[in-house]
Nanobody, 124 residues
């Protein structure tokens, strides 16, 4: 059974930074692509960033490109999202997700496993 646990969310002022972590259970973490998605109140869940199994390939939503960095440490079964220059529009619940294989994908339907989410609130 796959378990994903996010941490690192919180309240930050605009322009500040946060680093989210996603700890995964199981011995096969390193063989799967991972992704970050977010959902703001009243909006649909949207893609934020994704990383392939080795970390050699990443992809970002236009809204976060240049401000957010996704990374992973396969030895620690952990994925990260470094978020800099945060804006009020970044306020959302952030979810980590495990893909169905090692290939990077950007659609939520390609991620069968999800964490419970962590709240990020950016004040103006």
């Amino acid at each position: 059974q796959v378990q994903l646990v996010e941490s690192g969310g919180g309240l930050v002022q605009a322009g500040g930074s946060l680093r989210l972590s996603c700890a995964a259970s199981g011995r096969t973490f390193s063989t799967y692509a991972m992704g970050w998605f977010r959902q703001a109140p009243g909006k649909e869940r949207e893609f934020v960033a994704a990383i392939n199994w080795s970390g050699s390939n990443t992809n970002y939503a236009d809204a976060v490109k240049g401000r957010f960095t996704i990374s992973r440490d396969n030895a620690k079964n952990t994925m990260y999202l470094q978020m800099n220059s945060l804006k009020p529009d970044d306020t959302a619940v952030y979810y980590c997700a495990r893909g169905r294989d090692g290939v990077l994908r950007v659609h939520s339907y390609d991620y069968p496993y999800w964490g419970q989410g962590t709240q990020v609130t950016v004040s103006s």
